[in-house]
């Protein structure tokens, strides 16, 4: 009987902290439990690592060449051989993956920043605003995005930079959608009634009481647009469009070993085996956190 009643008050003790626990909580819960979301974040957490630390951990100068050791197998001291020009494949992958990561978090965040502000006013103030933003945003969608990205490129010219903004036009569609429709569903809350009859501003309600309520649909994009703006970036490279040579970059290490793919595969394997990790791995978590923000799981085990 006590034994029983210990039992009882330890359950009820486990429903009232999850009763009591937060948001954040409740979904990082869901999320650990995620294993390929936790894969996911682990590949994205030491690509970053080595981003940061690429002069530390590459083991040679990525544009530095020693024609000698040209497309030279894996060994001890190139661990995943080299190039044509005897550059060290290892070496110009981590600095590739800098300039993949620096790519994808600038177009993204540009995307992020234009795409939020336009959902935002286009959602929230419905009329001649929404219908002008909304035709601007069907627009864009209607070209296919590579074809978008080169059209825009043909107009700025080539480089990182301007494949940086390339992205960021392409994917501001895509966060000006789904901003949009989070705050059509919650502009006609009580709480967006109560702060317009405190005298709050249109600019106040916007930032301070819907912004934080749509977060989880945004966060969610943000992981999955960075997976695609990596990959555009680097087939913008592959086609001579993207980043420049010497500047390691995955795309352009593809279009190097395509020709050499008989004799040396290794060259185009590696780059390519980079680019599908990043991508899984961001495509994982951002499904993960799909999951773990859906407002319909908060206290379901």
């Not at 993949?100 to 234009?114: C, E, H, R």
Request: glycine share 8%.
């Amino acid at each position: 009987m006590n034994t029983r009643n210990r039992n009882s008050g330890t359950v009820q003790h486990e429903w009232l902290l999850d009763e009591h626990r937060s948001l954040p909580e409740d979904a990082f819960r869901r999320l650990r439990r995620d294993k390929f979301a936790m894969i996911g974040m682990i590949v994205i957490g030491l690509l970053i690592l080595a981003t940061l630390a690429a002069p530390l951990v590459a083991p040679h100068n990525p544009v530095e060449m020693h024609v000698d050791d040209s497309l030279q197998g894996p060994s001890t001291r190139y661990v995943l051989g080299t190039d044509e020009m005897g550059r060290d494949l290892l070496s110009r992958i981590i600095f590739g993956c800098r300039t993949s990561l620096s790519v994808g978090i600038i177009s993204v965040g540009l995307a992020l920043i234009v795409g939020t502000a336009l959902g935002l006013v286009s959602g929230y103030y419905l009329g001649a605003v929404d219908m002008i933003i909304s035709r601007i945003m069907e627009i864009l969608y209607a070209f296919p995005p590579i074809l978008l990205a080169l059209v825009i490129i043909a107009l700025l010219g080539t480089g990182i930079e301007k494949a940086m903004i390339a992205i960021g036009v392409v994917l501001t569609p895509a966060f000006g959608r789904v901003c949009r429709g989070a705050v059509l569903a919650e502009r006609t809350r009580v709480y967006v009634d109560a702060a317009r009859v405190s005298g709050a501003s249109d600019l106040r309600i916007l930032w301070k009481h819907i912004m934080p309520n749509i977060l989880a649909p945004v966060i969610v994009n943000v992981t999955l647009c960075m997976s695609y703006a990596i990959l555009t970036e680097a087939a913008l490279s592959y086609m001579g469009l993207g980043t420049q040579p010497p500047t390691p970059s995955w795309g352009v290490m593809l279009n190097k070993g395509r020709t050499l793919m008989p004799i040396t595969p290794w060259v185009s394997i590696w780059p390519g085996l980079a680019i599908m990790a990043v991508v899984f791995a961001f495509n994982v978590l951002g499904d993960g956190l799909r999951d773990a923000l859906d407002p319909r799981l908060i206290g379901k085990r």
